[in-house]
């Protein structure tokens, strides 16, 4: 019986020829990632109580990314804590307010395919796109993984969704995921192993796949991931990896995936999730009119390079709708220093949008930017439960950033198709 | 015979953010308790007692990897959660945390405030007053050990207190 590609990584990571989807078996990490807001904060007291040392230094990446900018007394400790057990415990991949840790942990040459990997986050699953099997832990079970490289893992299935054919001009990732999240529910992935395939993946570029991989947590899936080629091995270099070996991960031809899906990606108009989840997805053709206050290009699915680009396609020399503030929150500095000289930073800038810091912000509920009461928002983000973004009589609009910034400009939420080679003077 | 406690219910797709909203985030887990479960029951973090059961609907904990979202529920006394199914990371969070987690169709069948019996080594779950019972899906093997052990951290103590021993 062939192995998908999930088996092969987590069957690499035990220490056997095969595993068995559904046993339980212990495997060993080729890498943590941990955040200022899970990381040394929750799992420092843990592994004092314990009386040891992290099992390794080098396979721990450190970034600050929640309680970014530091603006009072607590979220200042949260930092020094940071940054002081950081020091102690000898770990050299430290990134400092340098952006979101999805976005900045793969920028930096760290997840290659073949890793098995835990961050202590949700939204770890973007590493799939580079064809690691990594997921999402809490920060007790994060300190059991810091004390002793290992972690108990259910051997997933695996759930196919393919995607075939070219995706429309301004149809993008996230709306690739937010149409599965409306077919499948949040619980469509079962906490399984997602793996996307077909010629449509195969056509998008590696900010685009993290989108896809990142919001298999929308899905309920355990990770996402992407069988690694050509366009994978080409950012790796890029990003100064060495010993890229791409040949073995793959899913079996006869491998047998509990779930296949397929869609049909020249089908796909631009997707809108209303309050208040992401499964709430529809055709934008089906939305009528609604008016927004505040439009939000930001966070590890919404607000990489890729994204600001889609952004700024559609703001350039236009202007905003009267009354709609326009927030912009890089999800890298680096992203943020190459799209400064794409000139796609002046372009927020000349049409008044906030530029917020490199951090999860409001995403995340985080930030003095939070949504005041009533506040209707169209994001670019992955998640618009109740209240996660501010009041809780706020709602949040998930799309694609097009659809963003073309609902900036309009005032209510637009098709951005609409705005192909229009000038709002 | 395991002690009585009250049923909270609660619906479909309960998510980290009602249960630990980013607001009360960089609080202490007291203060970030008292905000558990207000956006769909304001009075659940004031009323609720030790021993209490709390029942769901499925996808229960979709969302964040906040352990803080299972740390809430335990620091307010919650025994137990059976619900019809869990978000993964939300469920693992639980285990690690030493907070029992079954799986069974209870939500259907019950209303707030039955007084309810379960035990955790079988995942029998009985309403008192209509002697009622119904089985949830065991806990395997291997998760009631961390579980009965209170936990991963206290589950480790132990390793570790062996593998010094051995030294």
């Not at chain 2, 799986?103 to 259907?108: A, C, F, L, Q, T």
Request: proline share 4%.
């Amino acid at each position: 019986m062939g192995q998908s590609l999930a088996q092969k990584i987590i069957a690499k990571a035990v220490g056997k020829e095969y595993v068995t989807p559904g046993e339980v078996e212990i495997a060993n990490i080729d890498l943590a990632m941990i955040h200022d807001s899970g990381g040394p904060r929750r799992v420092k007291p843990i592994l004092d109580r314990l009386g040891v040392d992290v099992w390794s230094s080098e396979k721990i990446v450190v970034v600050t990314d929640h309680y970014v900018p530091e603006f009072n007394n607590e979220t200042k400790a949260i930092q020094k804590l940071t940054r002081d057990w950081v020091k102690t415990n000898n770990i050299r991949s430290f990134y400092d307010q340098m952006g979101i840790c999805h976005v900045v942990v793969p920028e930096n040459g760290h997840l290659k395919p073949g890793m098995f990997v835990v961050g202590g986050d949700s939204h770890s699953p973007t590493g799939g796109a580079f064809g690691a099997y990594m997921f999402g832990i809490g920060a007790t079970e994060m300190a059991g993984v810091l004390a002793t490289g290992e972690i108990w893992i259910k051997v997933p299935e695996t759930i196919g969704i393919n995607w075939s054919g070219k995706l429309n001009d301004f149809v993008t990732a996230k709306d690739m995921m937010l149409y599965a999240c409306g077919k499948l529910g949040m619980d469509g992935g079962k906490y399984q192993a997602v793996e996307f395939s077909g010629s449509t993946i195969s056509t998008l570029d590696m900010q685009e796949r993290m989108t896809l991989s990142n919001m298999t947590a929308e899905l309920g899936g355990q990770a996402g991931i992407i069988a690694p080629d050509d366009v994978t091995k080409r950012y790796l270099k890029n990003v100064g990896s060495i010993d890229i070996d791409i040949e073995p991960w793959f899913s079996d031809q006869d491998a047998k995936f509990l779930e296949s899906h397929q869609f049909d990606a020249t089908r796909l108009p631009p997707q809108v999730a209303a309050p208040h989840s992401p499964a709430n997805s529809i055709d934008i053709t089906e939305t009528k009119g609604t008016k927004v206050d505040v439009a939000y290009i930001g966070a590890c699915t919404g607000a990489k390079l890729s994204d600001l680009r889609m952004a700024a396609s559609v703001l350039k020399g236009r202007k905003l709708a009267s009354g709609v503030r326009l927030l912009v929150a890089p999800a890298s500095l680096k992203d943020q220093e190459t799209a400064k000289t794409e000139g796609i930073m002046q372009i927020f800038e000349d049409i008044g949008a906030s530029i917020l810091p490199n951090s999860c912000g409001i995403c995340a509920g985080y930030g003095s930017e939070r949504l005041g009461e009533d506040i209707v928002c169209i994001s670019s983000t992955a998640r618009n439960f109740q209240g996660r973004m501010g009041a809780l009589s706020s709602g949040v609009y998930l799309s694609s950033p097009y659809t963003v910034a073309a609902s900036a400009i309009s005032g209510e939420i637009s098709d951005p198709r609409n705005f192909i080679g229009i000038k709002n003077e | 015979m395991s002690e009585i406690g009250a049923v909270w219910l609660f619906g479909d797709d309960i998510d980290t953010d009602i249960l630990a909203p980013g607001k009360f985030m960089s609080s202490e887990i007291s203060v970030l308790a008292s905000h558990c479960l207000e956006a769909v029951d304001p009075t659940f973090a004031k009323n609720v007692q030790p021993g209490d059961l709390l029942v769901a609907g499925s996808n229960f904990g979709v969302g964040s990897s906040r352990e803080q979202a299972a740390q809430a529920l335990k620091y307010l006394g919650i025994k137990a959660i059976i619900a019809k199914s869990y978000a993964g990371i939300f469920y693992r969070n639980a285990i690690n945390l030493g907070l029992p987690v079954f799986v069974g169709k209870v939500s259907d069948v019950v209303q707030p405030g039955d007084r309810a019996r379960l035990a955790i080594k079988t995942g029998i779950f009985e309403l008192v007053d209509e002697n009622k019972t119904i089985c949830c899906e065991p806990i395997s093997e291997f998760l009631l050990e961390l579980i009965e052990a209170g936990g991963l951290v206290p589950h480790l103590e132990k390793r570790f207190a062996k593998e010094k021993k051995i030294i």
